[in-house]
């Protein structure tokens, strides 16, 4: 399977930003959809945002639609996740993930390559 590799996390106050981003293969990140989920203690996973294989659609869930933005450079080999006025229930390891080609999926059973995830910590 493909490595993809979180880097970013940290802790940060309330209303801060911070900027994921996930290495992985120039063949994922070219020819994939990409994802970002977290998992905050005590909780499920969850869906964060989507990016399609051409870059052209964007997911986001609506607790974060305008403060995360996800976007990718395939040149770099990387997906990034953009996120600003951080609050304390951002709080959470997000995981990138690698899913087929189509229309970009909220459903983690979508998903077949997964990091090992960065913890985000932000603080009231």
């Known amino acids: 399977q493909a490595q993809l590799v979180e880097s970013g996390g940290g802790m940060v106050q309330a209303g801060g930003s911070l900027r994921l981003s996930c290495q992985t293969p120039l063949r994922t990140v070219m020819w994939y959809n990409m994802g970002w989920f977290r998992q905050a203690p005590g909780k499920e996973r969850e869906f964060v945002a989507a990016i399609s294989r051409t870059g052209s659609s964007t997911y986001n869930v609506d607790l974060v639609k305008g403060r995360f933005t996800i976007s990718k450079d395939n040149r770099k080999s990387t997906v990034y996740l953009q996120m600003n006025n951080l609050k304390p229930e951002d709080t959470a390891v997000y995981f990138c993930?690698?899913?087929?080609?189509?229309?970009?999926?909220?459903?983690?059973?979508?998903?077949?390559?997964w990091g090992q995830g960065t913890q985000v910590t932000v603080s009231a």
């Open positions: 993930a690698a899913a087929q080609p189509g229309t970009p999926s909220s459903d983690e059973k979508s998903y077949e390559n």
